[in-house]
């Protein structure tokens, strides 16, 4: 094993025990602001709405990469306003997911799980980017933000030849952070009809 499957190993099993541990918080808890007027609902709304720019924003980089993420260097597209979008949407989904959960704390404790393990991800990736494509990584480097994007930076070709198999394999990827929300709500439901126990509350 290369260290870069080494590398995308642990950080899929980072990510897992992170998710892991969330959701047992989730099943053993419950929102502390349950029944206080429109704020869970806003923070739903919230939450939701992310979710849904996070899974188009998803899609949108799977069409460029899908069959040529190890070919080519890929500066077009999502690509164009941020080195990497596909993080950045992950964390909006991942965030507002956590709002899914009508609590403040779950939220904080993603986006600083955001901010503590992915600038390490990220930069592994650029070394290996940078061996791979060389003076040309290094000029899209200059040009383009790594991580928040620029939207003044859109650019998008006439037409761009997608593989479709290729996407078809990233395609449920993507909605992940959708069948999130349903499994948020099943937890939920579970806790109100008093098939799961609150052990303490979340706010």
């Known amino acids: 094993m290369t260290l ?3 590398f995308k190993t642990q950080r899929i099993r980072t990510t897992y025990i992170f998710v892991g541990i969330v959701a047992v918080i989730l099943v053993f808890s419950s929102s502390g602001w349950e029944g206080r007027g429109l704020l869970t609902t806003i923070l739903f709304l919230l939450g939701t709405t992310l979710v849904g720019i996070a899974t188009v ?3 949108w980089c799977s069409i460029y990469i899908s069959g040529y993420k190890n070919d080519q260097l890929i500066t077009v597209g999502p690509y164009s306003i941020s080195r990497n979008p596909l993080y950045f949407f992950s964390m909006l989904g991942a965030i507002g997911l956590g709002m899914d ?3 403040l704390i779950i939220p904080v404790v993603v986006a ?5 393990f ?8 650029e070394k290996k980017l940078r061996k791979r494509h060389g003076a040309a990584f290094d000029d899209y480097c200059r040009t383009t933000p790594r991580f928040w994007p620029s939207l003044s930076k859109l650019q998008e070709p006439s037409s761009y030849l997608i593989r479709p198999e ?4 990233r395609l449920f990827d993507s909605l992940w952070f959708v069948w999130g929300i349903g499994i948020v709500e099943i937890i939920e439901g579970l ?3 008093d098939v ?3 052990l303490f509350r979340l706010y």
């Open 166 to 169: 290729a996407f078809r394999r």
């Open 191 to 193: 806790h109100e009809s």
């Open 57 to 59: 924003g998803r899609l």
């Open 101 to 103: 959960t009508e609590t």
């Open 112 to 116: 600083l799980g955001f901010m503590f």
């Open 4 to 6: 870069g499957q080494r």
């Open 118 to 125: 992915y600038p390490s991800v990220i930069d592994q990736e």
């Open 196 to 198: 799961l126990g609150t």
